[in-house]
């Protein structure tokens, strides 16, 4: 599937240059090794695809090589994204999250109770950062004021918390 600039300018339509290149978007998908969310990042290939579409200069070299670059690079990027999200939020670990649903059955008091009971192995500032985040719902910028330390202090806590905590709830 090499396109000269001749063959992208004479294609129809875009529709028809999707045809061409879909076989293209799922290999750079497949190549990558992604297994979920297939449909959204070929989606995401689809707009990569436009955009090279757009940008074409035949004088920088073929279409379909300037075409997978601008594809592989929009698919990474968002699977980049996607994984800062997940790392940063305590919600990504289906195991937490399976907790938080059991949790929201209890009273508002007793939710508290069962939380603390989880964390009776932190250390009294992994347990601030629990206070002020999740029964405080506050951000880091909050907590750090409030406890006169930097943003990375407390994003130290977080991670030590997060990691004390899956332990617990993987010995479960």
Not at 5 to 15: A, K, P, R
Not at 26 to 39: F, L, T, V
Not at 121 to 130: H, V
């Amino acid at each position: 599937m090499h396109f000269s600039l001749m063959d992208v300018e004479s294609l129809d339509t875009f529709e028809t240059l999707v045809e061409s290149c879909s076989p293209l978007i799922n290999s750079i998908i497949h190549s990558i090794g992604i297994y979920k969310n297939k449909e959204e990042y070929f989606q995401i290939g689809l707009i990569a695809l436009w955009e090279a579409y757009e940008k074409y200069d035949s004088r920088k070299g073929s279409f379909t090589t300037f075409a997978y670059s601008v594809i592989h690079g929009r698919i990474l990027n968002h699977l980049r994204k996607e994984y800062r999200y997940d790392s940063c939020n305590i919600s990504a670990d289906p195991q937490v999250q399976d907790y938080y649903t059991q949790l929201s059955y209890f009273p508002e008091y007793l939710q508290e109770e069962i939380i603390w009971q989880y964390c009776a192995g932190l250390t009294d500032k992994q347990k601030q950062w629990i206070k002020g985040s999740i029964l405080e719902g506050k951000g880091i910028k909050e907590i750090a004021l409030e406890h006169n330390v930097s943003i990375e202090t407390v994003k130290s806590w977080r991670k030590l918390a997060l990691t004390n905590l899956r332990l617990v709830v993987n010995s479960i």
